[in-house]
């Protein structure tokens, strides 16, 4: 069993940036992958960004790649999401997940999620 926590999110303007952060709980941090995904109002819960337990492989929506960094630090249990050159389409509710069982992009998958960090672009 996993706990995650995010935090990090917040209101900013169009073109700004955040530095979403997820502390996970827990000796096995280190053994998982790592995801984060985000649900806008009316919309399904989709995929942005995850990362190898390993840190050496990273995947990323097309939506948010070249603006989007997904990065871990096993020592501190916490994976990040560097978000650069926001945009309004961004605003949602963003979501740390561990442990996918097979398919980084699907959201069933993952067998651990945390409770959500609101991020906000205004334009």
């Known amino acids: 069993q996993v706990q995650l926590v995010e935090s990090g999110g917040g209101l900013v303007q169009a073109g700004g940036s955040l530095r979403l952060s997820c502390a996970a709980s827990?000796?096995?941090?280190?053994?998982?992958?790592m995801g984060w995904f985000r649900q806008a109002p009316g919309k399904e819960r989709e995929f942005v960004a995850a990362?190898?337990?390993?840190?050496?492989?990273?995947s990323y929506a097309d939506s948010v790649k070249g603006r989007f960094t997904i990065s871990r630090d096993n020592d501190k249990n916490t994976v990040y999401l560097q978000m650069n050159s926001l945009k309004p389409e961004d605003t949602a509710v963003y979501y740390c997940?561990?442990?996918?069982?097979?398919?980084?992009?699907?959201?069933?998958?993952?067998?651990?999620w945390g409770q959500g960090t609101q991020v906000t672009v205004s334009s």
């Open positions: 997940a561990a442990n996918p069982s097979a398919g980084w992009r699907t959201v069933t998958k993952w067998n651990y």
């Open positions: 990362i190898s337990w390993s840190g050496t492989t990273r």
């Open positions: 827990g000796r096995t941090f280190s053994t998982y992958h």
